[in-house]
């Protein structure tokens, strides 16, 4: 049987560099077979599987080509004519496309708080094929010393990204945990520029509460925040040591290596991500968001969220001058875009996003 989303009568793979790379594809995804013209993302492909994916490309091929192209190009065909390129990666820019095809107004997702938005590209199956899709990232990773001092100026400089690929609205947003909170912003900005936001969700986002402002306090809530993302998906070791209350300075350090095997990536390009996560956690604590007119979609991670928890309504009513409609979704915040969760909350982003069609 074929995989699901296999063209199944597209044509097969032409030459021996098209069959391995199907067979790689095929590898990756887990499943036994793939045509050379079948979408990598429709088949059920995700952020780590696409790292792992081309980890593999490039050593079968020593070739430097980058997680992006998986991205611009799903397919083992793409892939193989783009093989010769021998291109740097820049899958950490600031404006990620994901899918750059299709007449629908583009989605553009917030990363959330470890800067990185390609964990969006497991929206690619959900999301209208005729919908591009971009994903914001964080400046620092690669220009450290361009970080933002506050949400606004990040949001001021997403919105120029956005602005550079449609110049008029209507628009739609996206951000998970602290990328919902710097969209909210980013839609407080087109509005305040006339422009209209025709779709804004928060994927389980909410924003801080007013606690003390003290410096020492937020440096511990920052590496708490960032430890509290990462930990979910960490190696048991890693977990165990945590239990046992390591310190998170130690704790950093370790997942900071684990990080590094597990994305394929060197140490001091994960360390580069910790450092800007640990900065954005920073500016989210200070942060008092404004008001928005438009309505907004909340999906709420809801396993393990303690009953008295604050609900979406609750928290974004004071900045949500239109209506705020709550999908819940029964997974982790950690795992929403991982395959539980987002295949709860695809078809209802999607649902949304045809609306506002």
């Excluded at 296999?6 to 067979?23: D, F, I, K, M, N």
């Excluded at 393990?304 to 900045?319: K, S």
Aim: net charge negative; charged share 25%; aromatic share 6%.
């Amino acid at each position: 049987m074929l995989p699901a989303g296999s063209t199944g009568a597209g044509r097969v793979a032409g030459t021996p560099q098209e069959q391995v790379l199907c067979s790689l594809f095929a590898e990756a995804l887990g499943v036994p077979q793939v045509g050379p013209d079948d979408d990598f993302f429709a088949l059920g492909g995700h952020s780590l599987l696409a790292v792992r994916l081309m980890s593999t490309v490039r050593r079968t091929f020593g070739t430097e080509l980058g997680l992006r192209a998986l991205f611009e190009t799903p397919t083992a065909a793409g892939i193989g004519a783009r093989l010769g390129e021998g291109a740097a990666d820049n899958s950490f820019d600031v404006l990620l496309p994901l899918r750059t095809t299709g007449s629908a107004e583009p989605v553009f997702c917030v990363h959330p708080v470890l800067g990185l938005s390609w964990n969006y590209a497991a929206l690619l199956a959900h999301v209208g094929a005729e919908r591009p899709v971009y994903g914001l990232q964080a400046r620092g990773i690669t220009e450290p010393d361009a970080r933002p001092e506050s949400i606004e100026e990040m949001a001021e400089d997403y919105v120029a990204r956005v602005r550079a690929v449609q110049p008029e609205g209507p628009y739609h947003l996206l951000g998970w945990s602290l990328g919902g909170t710097v969209a909210h912003a980013m839609a407080r900005l087109l509005e305040k520029d006339g422009e209209q936001v025709a779709f804004l969700a928060l994927l389980d986002s909410y924003p801080a509460d007013d606690a003390a402002k003290d410096p020492d306090v937020l440096d511990a809530e920052a590496e708490d925040e960032v430890l509290a993302a990462l930990l979910p998906g960490a190696g048991s070791a890693v977990r165990d040591l945590a239990e046992r209350g390591a310190e998170r300075r130690d704790l950093l350090a370790l997942l900071r290596a684990e990080q590094a095997q597990r994305l394929h990536l060197d140490e001091d390009t994960v360390a580069a991500v910790l450092d800007t996560a640990v900065h954005s956690s920073r500016l989210i604590r200070d942060h008092t968001p404004g008001s928005v007119d438009c309505d907004v979609l909340f999906v709420t991670a809801t396993r393990d969220r303690p009953a008295d928890a604050v609900t979406a309504r609750e928290a974004w009513q004071p900045y949500v001058a239109g209506a705020i409609a709550e999908h819940r979704v029964d997974c982790r915040h950690a795992d929403l875009l991982a395959a539980e969760g987002v295949a709860a909350l695809g078809p209802a982003v999607a649902e949304a996003l045809d609306g506002d069609a």
